[in-house]
């Protein structure tokens, strides 16, 4: 089984640009899709990245998605900051034994 | 428009059976794997098992597997997570998605609550 290790927080300031790590533990992070979900306070989470680097149609062109096999991790890259970009983030992936695998969440604050 | 409505919140007493119900609309249900997702109190997401609606076999994440179980009822689009013996640690939010890897749409969330 792998992991896929987040950050526990990051905070930024509005206008700003912040950027979110998914390190995966063994295996490569090429071989398998990375998705990124958001979860406002209070609600269910909803995608924002799917299959590394593609958006939602509806999601802001100011998250974009990326993986680094150098590093074995994939980032979330949030530019324009707003506070309502306020709330967790969990990457996702998989592989042939592990269909679904979380990493552990970011909050995100901005302030 | 595609949608995923989950049942109402519910309390149950510990020992209790239950099940809640992740209903699909707008798209064709038997297309697409549906799995169940964990969030307790203040933590992170883990994902339970899934099931391929159209012939209704099961993967389980061996943290739940043979304590849940997941099933599905295509005629009327609906997808099942049901306990036969509710113990107070399964008290958590419990969401559907859609998706056999990765979830694309989401329902909204069904709270259950398991005291005494």
């Known amino acids: 089984n792998f992991m896929l290790t987040q950050p526990h927080s990051v905070s930024e300031s509005p206008g700003k640009t912040v950027t979110i790590s998914c390190t995966r533990s063994s295996g490569s992070i090429a071989s398998n899709y990375v998705q990124w979900y958001q979860q406002r306070p209070g609600s269910a989470p909803t995608t924002v990245i799917y299959?590394?680097?593609?958006?939602p149609s509806g999601v802001p062109d100011r998250f974009s998605g990326s993986i680094d096999s150098s590093s074995n991790s994939a980032s979330l890259t949030i530019s324009g900051l707003k506070t309502e970009d306020e709330a967790d983030y969990y990457c996702?992936?998989?592989?042939?034994?592990?269909?679904?695998?979380f990493g552990g969440g970011t909050k995100l604050t901005v302030l | 428009e595609v949608q995923l409505v989950q049942s109402g919140a519910e309390v149950k007493k510990p020992g209790e059976s239950l099940r809640i119900s992740c209903k699909g609309s707008?798209?064709?249900?038997?297309?697409?794997?549906i799995s169940w997702v964990r969030q307790m109190p203040g933590k992170g997401l883990e994902w339970m098992g899934r099931?391929?609606?159209?012939?209704?076999?099961?993967n389980y994440s061996p943290s739940f597997q043979g304590h849940v179980t997941i099933s599905a009822d295509k005629s009327i689009s609906t997808a099942y997570l049901q306990w036969s013996s509710l113990k107070a640690s399964d008290t958590a939010m419990y969401y559907c998605a859609r998706g056999a890897g990765t979830g694309d749409y989401w329902g909204q969330g069904t709270l259950v609550t398991v005291s005494s």
């Open positions: 099931i391929d609606p159209s012939d209704s076999y099961t």
């Open positions: 707008g798209y064709s249900f038997t297309s697409y794997w």
């Open positions: 996702q992936s998989y592989d042939s034994s592990n269909p679904w695998v």
């Open positions: 299959e590394d680097n593609q958006r």
